[in-house]
């Protein structure tokens, strides 16, 4: 047997399992297991500004590439806390990010010692398990375990907390004959999956619903396939935006109050019957319980039993990881199609198809102060199939959702339950490091983008580049929006006169100083026509100097967004396209 420290031993199991890559900021009470990285080798280290960045880059990097599972480490105390809302946001999307703290040594944990603080309590509830582990021998057996946790069913963060003495406590460990568990993924039987299919077939108008679970399992070409075989229409979440490209004939769009279709959600009030995949009926998806259920039945398949009748309870319910169930779907819709068994979807696919054609919203303006919607068309037209989005929360992300085309699962990065501000740009890093060769662009409005701005520092040292669109109103949007409601416009206004930077006529910080300060390139537009133009020359900046680029569109200061509180009853505050000129880069025209 080999003797080694704790912290190496983790090291060891690190590498075993399969990483080779990780974020953090280092500090007293972890610099034990730095020690063990250095020591050891084999795993890179992205530093980032702030311990929370470091959270939101792992996310990132887990997100991108299926069997991914991003790292963070932090120090004792405000380390760890600070992290708790990526693992907030990595289990509320069911994204697996290992997080390593320091700890105080065990002697002072009951002491109120300098930093030392119950981490394990605090990240509990957001966590699939959080320990502060006790005796050195136990390390290397609480990281094996971690991993087999993050896989195993639905998919979710650890915590795993190392009190400094037990890091540097040598144990015996042989790394060359460990071995990963195995992980635990429950799946349909073939009855289960029968019944489903029956249920499925007897409808006249049903529709798949794709969720982020068909994504985690790698399953989006498998939903594809099983689509065509029935030929039943794809409505993806947001979350499984992508396991169905935009451009495909049973992309029937998506669905919900913000982050959705006009076609999507007509479609959905149309139709008779929903199976749901591996998606959690999220309440911005579904909005009234009342109005998305009434007279359609439902069949759920997640793999999360607990997700099983949580929201409403569905006709039918299956526990299963959605590639087994998926599998097993395929299979039997193959023996029914080779039977004559399974209905013509021919003209009820036709109908959903027209509702796309026709239900579209404007997005030519040629407005100055520049409307938002003619952001997204340039976006379309400057970036391709293979560029990866990635972006957070705010009327931006919800704009977005509502007008850009996305063609493949994992190029929609979004945090979608929790949805932390400042999330995007750490996350658009995690995701550069994670696929180095892949055009990724981010989106942020101003203050998502203003609050973890520091960590373009980061992309700027270890060379991440990546194109940042930044649309600026100067206004908490959505919030402003939601005001409306109260016939109130408080306190969310981020416009003031800054005198260093009169040119930018009161909308506040000048971006394009603060970037540039942070080692990176910045552009800014205010006219509709210079937009394609700006993102072609940050495209040129982002290779040739290998750091983010930051493109500042000047919008005008008040935009509401179409959104609504059910299915029903969405508002459409701006004009609707008419015809192609209106929409130029309108997914029907793609289909």
């Known amino acids: 047997m080999t003797r080694m420290t704790a912290a190496e031993a983790a090291v060891h199991v690190l590498k075993k399992e399969g990483i080779d890559m990780t974020f953090g900021v280092p500090g007293a009470a972890i610099n034990p297991f730095y020690a063990a990285m250095r020591?050891?080798?084999?795993?890179?280290?992205?530093?980032a500004r702030h311990v929370e960045g470091a959270s939101h880059m792992a996310e990132g990097y887990t997100r991108t590439k299926a069997g991914n599972i991003g790292v963070c480490i932090g120090t004792s105390g405000p380390a760890g806390t600070d992290m708790i809302t990526g693992l907030y946001s990595a289990t509320g999307d069911s994204i697996p990010i290992l997080c390593i703290t320091g700890q105080a040594p065990r002697s002072k944990l009951h002491k109120e010692d300098f930093q030392a603080v119950n981490i394990q309590a605090i990240a509990g509830p957001v966590t699939k398990w959080a320990v502060t582990v006790l005796e050195p021998a136990q390390v290397p057996r609480a990281f094996q375990q971690a991993f087999q946790l993050m896989r195993s069913s639905r998919p979710g963060p650890v915590l795993i907390d190392l009190p400094i003495d037990v890091q540097m406590s040598e144990i015996e460990f042989d790394?060359?004959?460990?071995?990963?568990?195995?992980?635990?993924?429950?799946?349909?039987?073939?009855?289960?999956?029968?019944?489903?299919?029956?249920?499925?077939?007897?409808?006249?108008?049903?529709?798949?619903?794709?969720?982020?679970?068909?994504?985690?399992?790698?399953?989006?070409?498998?939903?594809?396939?099983?689509?065509?075989?029935?030929?039943?229409?794809?409505?993806?979440?947001l979350m499984g935006w992508g396991t169905i490209p935009d451009d495909h004939h049973l992309m029937a769009g998506m669905v919900g109050l913000q982050t959705s279709h006009r076609y999507g959600n007509a479609t959905m009030l149309a139709s008779d019957f929903v199976m749901g995949i591996g998606n959690r009926w999220a309440n911005r998806h579904t909005g009234s319980i009342e109005a998305y259920t009434k007279d359609r039945k439902f069949v759920h398949v997640d793999i999360e039993p607990t997700q099983i009748g949580r929201i409403f309870g569905p006709d039918y319910g299956i526990v299963s990881d959605a590639k087994a169930a998926l599998e097993l779907f395929i299979t039997v819709a193959k023996e029914w199609k080779a039977e004559g068994k399974l209905k013509d979807r021919t003209a009820w696919?036709?109908?959903?198809?027209?509702r796309k054609r026709t239900l579209l919203r404007k997005t030519h303006f040629d407005n100055v102060p520049v409307k938002p919607q003619r952001v997204y068309e340039e976006m379309n037209k400057v970036f391709g199939k293979?560029?990866?989005?990635?972006?957070?929360?705010?009327?931006?992300?919800?704009?977005?959702?509502?007008?850009?085309?996305?063609?493949?699962?994992r190029h929609w990065i979004n945090c979608g339950q929790a949805g932390p501000l400042g999330w995007?740009?750490?996350?658009?890093?995690?995701?550069?490091?994670?696929?180095?060769?892949?055009?990724?662009?981010?989106?942020s409005g101003d203050y998502d983008f203003q609050f973890m701005i520091e960590e373009l520092a980061a992309g700027a040292q270890f060379n991440l580049p990546y194109i940042h669109v930044l649309v600026n109103?100067?206004?908490?949007?959505?919030?402003?929006?939601?005001?409306?409601?109260?016939?109130?416009?408080?306190?969310?206004?981020?416009?003031?006169?800054?005198?260093?930077?009169?040119?930018?006529?009161?909308?506040?910080?000048?971006?394009?100083?603060?970037?540039?300060?942070?080692?990176?390139?910045?552009?800014?537009?205010?006219?509709?026509?210079?937009?394609?133009?700006a993102f072609e020359q940050a495209r040129e900046l982002m290779h040739k100097h290998r750091v983010p680029v930051v493109v500042e569109v000047i919008l005008e200061r008040v935009t509401n967004i179409a959104m609504g509180t059910d299915l029903e009853g969405v508002n459409e505050f701006e004009d609707l396209a008419e015809n192609a000129t209106d929409a130029p880069t309108s997914i029907a025209s793609l289909t």
Request: proline share 7%; aromatic share 6%.
């Open 39 to 47: 020591k050891v080798g084999g795993v890179d280290h992205v530093l």
């Open 175 to 237: 790394p060359d004959t460990y071995e990963p568990l195995p992980a635990y993924k429950p799946a349909a039987s073939r009855a289960q999956i029968e019944k489903g299919l029956a249920m499925l077939n007897d409808a006249d108008k049903p529709l798949l619903v794709a969720g982020g679970g068909v994504i985690n399992a790698d399953a989006s070409d498998l939903l594809v396939e099983f689509a065509e075989l029935t030929g039943v229409p794809v409505i993806p979440t």
């Open 349 to 354: 696919a036709a109908e959903c198809h027209e």
């Open 386 to 409: 293979n560029t990866r989005y990635v972006t957070a929360i705010g009327l931006s992300q919800i704009a977005g959702a509502q007008f850009l085309h996305v063609y493949k699962p």
């Open 424 to 443: 995007t740009i750490p996350a658009a890093l995690g995701v550069c490091r994670a696929d180095p060769d892949a055009e990724v662009v981010a989106l």
């Open 473 to 533: 109103n100067s206004y908490l949007g959505l919030i402003r929006q939601a005001q409306r409601g109260f016939e109130m416009d408080y306190c969310v206004q981020l416009a003031f006169e800054n005198i260093n930077c009169p040119e930018i006529n009161e909308y506040g910080v000048d971006h394009v100083s603060v970037v540039e300060g942070l080692g990176c390139k910045a552009l800014r537009v205010t006219k509709p026509d210079d937009i394609g133009p």
